[in-house]
């Protein structure tokens, strides 16, 4: 097996926060955007949610993160497109894009949206059950993004500033070559790459034809690049090493691992999802864990998964380990540039 080389390396953060102050949540997690970006972090990525005290509105979030980085790429993973208008979330996207200067990342997913129980009839007019959840929902996105005309053949809009051929606003060149299924069966994979995707795989997935999370995931990322070619495909694997944490903090990580080692080794439900083990512990062990990760070899760019419900402190230690003691070892060196914008000492 060869050995794994970063180009890229990424975190996703959860973006939670107390249910009673969820302005003190955002602002923390704006705050460890600044940090990825000042050790050099590559990318920097948020879940979207509904339901949880977490980030609901990516878009939003993230129009607002443009403001407070300069260079780190900015992503979502992933936006259930089932509740969205292909349209609507096409502008809403192009304006971060726009506003960040070309540094957005859309990572997306079709089917039944998660809740749909619950919000389908908030979100939706009429009976939920019949609408359109499937991948055609996210390739309408895509061709949005694209700016093309809108209308018949010689139609145009007239404003206050004068005329123009509709299409959307602000088109933002280059969104559309950066758009991320999370794939996690072999239909999904062949699905992206097939369509011009970059792929998004994580520390779950489905098992078919076997029990071994590494040999599933394998096989999606062999049928992904045998249709996409030159797509790219970023990993994403919990790690939480502790070189720098107090010993009361890395017995904190302990449990939390040991608390989650229950659903590895077997297929859950009728999907028979299998779970890849979080990797808890020094730098040393870990880094020999991903040494042994065949999935890990095969792709370029990594994303550090950061556990729910942690500490702020928690992921700055987290991201200055990974950054200091594991991803060197893999070929990955800082990208601070002398320029690297000054940030305010009162955080």
């Known amino acids: 097996m060869k050995k794994p080389a970063i180009q890229r390396l990424a975190f996703l ?8 102050d969820p302005a ?4 923390k997690t704006l705050q460890l955007f600044e940090f990825g970006e000042d050790i050099g972090f590559d990318g920097a990525w ?13 878009a939003a ?17 992933v936006i259930p497109i089932g509740y969205e208008s292909p349209y609507r979330l096409a ?22 949206p998660p809740h749909a129980e619950t919000l389908g009839a908030l979100v939706f007019d009429g009976d939920w059950r019949n609408f359109d959840f499937s991948h055609e929902r996210v390739l309408r996105f ?10 018949a053949p010689g139609a145009f809009v007239e404003f206050p500033g004068g005329r123009v051929t509709p299409r959307l606003q602000p088109y933002a060149a280059g969104l559309s070559e950066r758009i991320w299924y999370g794939g996690g069966s072999l239909r999904s994979a062949e699905w992206a790459g097939r369509n011009g995707l970059n792929l998004l795989i994580g520390n779950v997935t489905s098992g078919e034809d076997t029990d071994d999370f590494f040999e599933a995931q394998l096989r999606q990322l062999e049928v992904f690049k045998a249709q996409a070619g030159h797509g790219r495909v970023a990993l994403g694997r919990v790690i939480v090493p502790f070189d720098s944490a107090d010993p009361a903090t890395r017995q904190r990580y302990r449990a939390y691992a040991e608390g989650r080692n229950e659903r590895t080794g077997k297929p859950h439900g009728e999907c028979r999802t299998l ?19 065949p999935v890990f070899a095969e792709v370029e760019e990594l994303r550090l998964e950061l ?5 702020h402190e928690d992921y700055e230690q987290i991201l200055s380990d990974v950054v200091e003691r594991i991803a060197p070892v893999f070929g990955w060196a800082e990208k601070l540039a002398d320029t690297k914008p000054a940030r305010s000492a009162a955080r």
């Open 13 to 20: 953060t959860p973006g939670n926060y107390p249910d009673n």
């Open 24 to 27: 003190a949540g955002f602002e």
């Open 46 to 58: 948020v879940r979207q949610r509904h339901l949880e005290p977490g980030i609901s509105s990516a």
């Open 61 to 77: 979030f993230l129009a607002a993160a443009s403001q407070r980085t300069r260079r780190i790429e900015l992503g979502t993973a």
């Open 91 to 112: 502008e809403d996207l192009s304006t971060v894009d726009v506003l960040s200067r070309g540094r957005l990342n859309v990572g997306l997913s079709a089917g039944t």
């Open 142 to 151: 895509v061709r949005n993004l694209k700016g093309e005309p809108i209308g």
């Open 275 to 293: 779970f890849a083990r979080d990797l808890v512990g020094p730098s040393e062990a870990i880094v020999d864990t991903l040494l042994g990760d």
């Open 307 to 311: 556990p729910y419900s942690f500490r």
